[in-house]
C-alpha cells in the first residue's frame, strides 16, 4: 500500500541543463527519462529518483577525489603571496 503524500516533491533541477559522458544531468544528477517523465511520476517514484541522484552525485564526488592533482604551481603567480615560499 502506497503512503498518502500530502505534498508535491520538488524536482531537483538547478538549471544546469547539460549531460555529462554517462548521460546524467550535470545539475540534479537524472537520466533523461528521470528528467522527462518527472511530472508523470509518482511521488514515491520521484522520491526513489532524488535517492538515486544523490548517490550518483556521491559517487561521481568520490571519482573526482582519487585523481591525482598534475602540478603543484599555482595557475596563477598572484597566488604565491600567499602561499608558501
Known amino acids: 500500500m502506497e503512503q498518502l503524500e500530502f505534498f508535491t516533491v520538488p524536482s531537483p533541477c538547478v538549471g544546469v541543463c547539460s549531460v555529462d559522458e ?11 527519462e528521470e528528467r522527462f517523465n518527472w511530472l508523470e511520476f509518482t511521488p514515491a517514484q520521484q522520491l526513489h529518483v532524488i535517492k538515486l541522484c544523490k548517490q550518483r ?3 561521481k564526488t568520490l571519482q573526482g577525489k582519487k585523481k591525482p592533482q ?3 604551481e599555482p595557475v596563477n603567480p598572484q597566488q604565491d603571496l600567499f602561499g608558501e615560499n
Do not use: Q, V
Request: hydrophobic share 10%.
Open 22 to 32: 554517462k548521460g546524467y544531468c550535470n545539475g540534479c544528477m537524472r537520466k533523461r
Open 57 to 59: 552525485y556521491r559517487r
Open 70 to 72: 598534475i602540478t603543484k
